[in-house]
């Protein structure tokens, strides 16, 4: 289904929308105050560009480091090609611990392998501590936003949920209230971990350490309580050196929540004595964009959200509208890469605006990747019948200046006169939620040379 | 072929070396005139406090006029002298007992002004657990440690052998119903830093 259809949905409860609209908005703004706090805003972007693209020209050689100097610290490095390999190695490693219940932090990876119904197939239990991931993993939907899982429910939705699994109060709305139930059930989960399973924000080839970020505490409480811990990281999260994480941990919150830094950035270099440290280093589809000079860049995405928070499409459509475990700007640019056809929509969800290009912490030139996805997928010849069709007609006209003239003059002495039904119905996406403008009397080249007479 | 050498291999074919060489870090970055005025107003903004101590007297002073250390029953404090501490962290073999401590009090190796962050680490702490599983934390840093920014702190760091080492930067939050934001979400309900005078 494409993703007009689905933002049709979406748009149907005008309050929501509205409110979904004005929520990001905030988060945006908030944003804004932080970048414009440090005068060397533009300096850090620049920097974290040339770092990431230092990095994925040498990426091979980084992560061959990587691997060197966590293995020296006692990690467990294994390798990953795609999601079904990704699933294997870490239900093989739960298997070898007889994990029963694990406790896992966010990780858009772990989303985009489908690792959560793997491993429940598999009998284990696995809960997101993530209290966004949560509140949507009770509802059984995914994440709508990456750093936002929960932006689309209102807390009156939370405190149904809350009802019907945590035994709140029935109506309770009050967030104090609700995070508090969470905290004690998540508390539960917590103690009776068997194993902790975390994403990755950065990993450093030049210590073979990695870094965690959270606000809640989630990953740390998730890791320092078992005895086993799994990191899952596609393997363009690399950076070279730790000084670099001066850069990225000034601009990664900031970019996402407006916040100054996230409460934990927590820094693991090896296990915890008598315990296991496992990292997952997963391409699934990474290194094939590795080698397309148009999107490269889009490797250097540090997951940030800062893309969806300010995209007016986005913001007004939602995060499932999008139907990928990366929504928005930077989504519609990594989803095509894996599936161009079932994707094939989303670079349309765009209107150029460039808004996501202007906020990029990392500077990926969104827009620009958005639009020359368009072409792409005219040249393999995906684009529906439905946008072919009217493009090729438009190619017609447009390639003949007294055509297009004839059919200017023509259309404005006959539409004003056409009945309603000729005019507003299924072929004219643009009149379904809006009229259209009058039409005027001349065109544009009569005004401008009875202006030119004058 | 194994995944790995598949995966490297993949990476060498598509990876195009046209890329400059690494950026230095050195650039004309923010400074502060007062850097712990700097500190301790962003920790207030990140929902910390901040208190400025002369002395061990000062501090445990001040953990007396906080409610929730009156009525604390489990206490963990890693420095002589300060808190009444009741739990000896390193003689506890599974983290799991720490469930029920309701106050922490760590050292801090050093605090960084412009985002009210304090590098904390599991160098002599058995179980790191500690900082995330209490109800409250208390870290006590030198006053005279306090880098301007996160460049001046890496500066700083060093990893070396295998360890663990953290930014803490206010107490446990989530915003994740309706971006309220909620103080104590998993971790700690409260950040208390100590800066002290020596």
Known sequence: ?454 | MSSRDDILASVRRNAKTVAPDLPDLEADWIQYADLQQQFSEVIETVGGRCVAAESDHDINNALKAIPEYSSASKIASTIPGIGESNVSLSEIDDPHELEDVDFAILPGEFAVAENGAVWVTDKDLKQRAVMFITQHLVLVVPGGEIVPHMHAAYERLHFGPAGFGVFISGPSKTADIEQSLVIGAHGPRSLTVFLTSN
């Open chain 1, 1 to 454: 289904m494409s993703h007009a259809t689905q933002a049709a949905k979406f748009v149907e409860d005008q309050d929501r929308a509205h409110w979904h609209d004005q929520a990001l908005w905030f988060v945006r703004a908030k944003r804004d105050r932080m970048a414009t706090s440090l005068p060397e805003w533009e300096t850090l972007r620049e920097k974290a560009s040339q770092i990431k693209a230092y990095t994925m020209s040498h990426l091979a050689d980084l992560l061959e480091q990587f691997e060197r100097n966590a293995t020296k610290l006692g990690v467990q490095v294994h390798w990953a090609r795609n999601a079904a390999e990704h699933n294997e190695i870490v239900h093989n490693i739960l298997f070898r611990h007889d994990v029963h219940k694990v406790a896992k932090s966010k990780s858009m990876l772990t989303e985009e392998c489908h690792l959560n119904p793997y491993l429940e197939r598999h009998g284990i239990e696995v809960v997101d501590t993530d209290l966004g991931e949560r509140i949507v993993q009770l509802n059984n939907e995914p994440p709508s936003h990456i750093v936002l899982p929960a932006i689309h429910r209102k807390k009156e939705d939370v405190g149904e949920i809350f009802h019907r699994y945590l035994n709140t109060e029935e109506g309770a709305t009050d967030p104090e209230y609700l995070a508090e139930a969470a905290r004690a059930h998540l508390r539960d989960k917590f103690m009776n971990a068997d194993a902790g399973i975390t994403g990755v924000n950065f990993a450093i080839a030049e210590t073979g350490g990695f870094v965690v970020c959270t606000n809640e505490g989630n990953a740390d409480l998730g890791v320092s309580l078992p005895k086993l811990h799994i990191a899952c990281m596609g393997i363009e999260k690399l950076i070279p050196r730790a000084a670099d994480l001066g850069v990225f941990l000034r601009l990664l919150a900031r970019s996402a929540t407006g916040q100054p830094i996230t409460t934990y950035s927590s820094h693991f270099h090896g296990p915890r004595e008598g315990c296991e440290l496992h990292i997952v280093l997963v391409d699934n589809g990474r290194s094939e964009i590795l080698g397309s000079d148009d999107f490269r860049r889009s490797l250097n995405c540090i997951r940030c959200g800062a893309c969806m928070n300010t995209c007016p499409v986005y913001r007004r459509s939602g995060g499932h509208s999008y139907q990928t475990t990366v929504p928005g700007p930077i989504g519609s640019i990594l989803a095509p890469a894996r599936d161009a056809n079932a994707h094939n929509s989303l670079p349309y969800a765009c209107s150029l605006c460039g808004s996501c290009t202007d906020v990029c912490p990392v500077k990926i030139d969104l827009h620009h990747q958005l639009l020359t996805w368009r072409r792409e997928i005219a040249v393999r010849g995906l684009v529906p019948l439905s946008k072919r069709f009217p493009m090729r007609i438009a190619g017609v006209v447009f390639r003949r200046p007294w055509l297009y003239r004839w059919l200017g003059g023509l259309a404005r002495a006959i539409v004003p006169w056409l009945p309603r039904f000729l005019v507003y119905n299924r072929l004219n996406a643009w009149g379904r939620q809006r009229e259209l403008p009058n039409f005027p009397k001349k065109s544009f080249r009569q005004t401008f040379r009875d202006r030119n007479e004058q």
